[in-house]
């Protein structure tokens, strides 16, 4: 079965430094998303992205982040200058379109660290 | 504003025993819903999903879940559960036109032997 797949599966990272997470979603997918976890808390939206653009964000998703379809594979979250509060794990999911039939599926997930 | 409550924050179960996991949920119009399962380490596997039609519905695992409108319920269950199924799990409900979900906070089920 096609899989949604993360890496790293953990980043330790400085902080003030930039850090890009990597996502490759399920190939006829057109409708990705990000996700995050922080310890202890909820999975919360993030940002979906939908045709090369932003569909909507959260009110978590300010100017440090980012996101980017870079080629007809991968998608990455990026963020510039990380906060200790970034510290969470963040999930990639992706679905085939928009109908709200059409499940999300997640991958793994990558442990960010900020130190 | 839409939003997921999961009451039971822990719950444990012995192996063979019945289990209801259960989920309330606020959201003006016909809610879309869905359980997802994270085992350590893993993922957010989808467990089973609502839309509309039969108000129960079967999902992978011997999983099953009822929507009750009245209650704003959908509750997950399982007649007998096997140690492999000590995980989190969330649910959760569609939102907005790009169906961004709005995750309950999550039980945690812990199985005795």
């Known amino acids: 079965e096609p899989e949604v797949t993360q890496t790293p599966s953990h980043q330790v990272t400085q902080m003030g430094q930039e850090v890009i997470l990597r996502c490759v979603p399920i190939s006829n997918h057109l409708y990705f998303y990000w996700y995050r976890q922080i310890l202890g808390q909820k999975v919360e939206f993030l940002v979906s992205?939908?045709?090369?653009?932003?569909?909507?964000k959260s009110e978590i998703f300010d100017d440090q982040f980012s996101v980017e379809r870079p080629d007809g594979s991968n998608f990455t979250l990026k963020i510039r200058s990380t906060k200790l509060e970034d510290s969470a794990m963040y999930f990639c999911?992706?679905?085939?379109?928009?109908?709200?039939?059409?499940?999300?599926?997640f991958g793994d997930g990558t442990r960010l660290s900020i130190l | 504003a839409q939003s997921v409550t999961q009451p039971d924050i822990h719950i444990t179960v012995s192996e063979g025993a019945s289990l209801e996991l259960r989920c309330n949920y606020s959201y003006g119009a016909t809610p879309y819903l869905f359980w997802y399962v994270q085992s350590p380490g893993q993922g957010l596997q989808l467990l089973l999903k609502y839309f509309s039609g039969d108000t129960l519905v079967q999902g992978i695992k011997g999983f099953e879940a009822e929507f009750k409108r009245s209650q704003s319920s959908f509750n997950l269950r399982k007649p007998s559960v096997h140690w492999s199924d000590a995980a989190e799990y969330f649910c959760a409900v569609r939102s907005g036109g790009y169906n961004k979900l709005i995750f309950g906070a999550g039980t945690r089920l812990a199985v005795h032997p």
């Open positions: 992205f939908y045709n090369n653009e932003i569909s909507e």
């Open positions: 999911a992706s679905s085939e379109a928009r109908a709200p039939n059409q499940p999300q599926h």
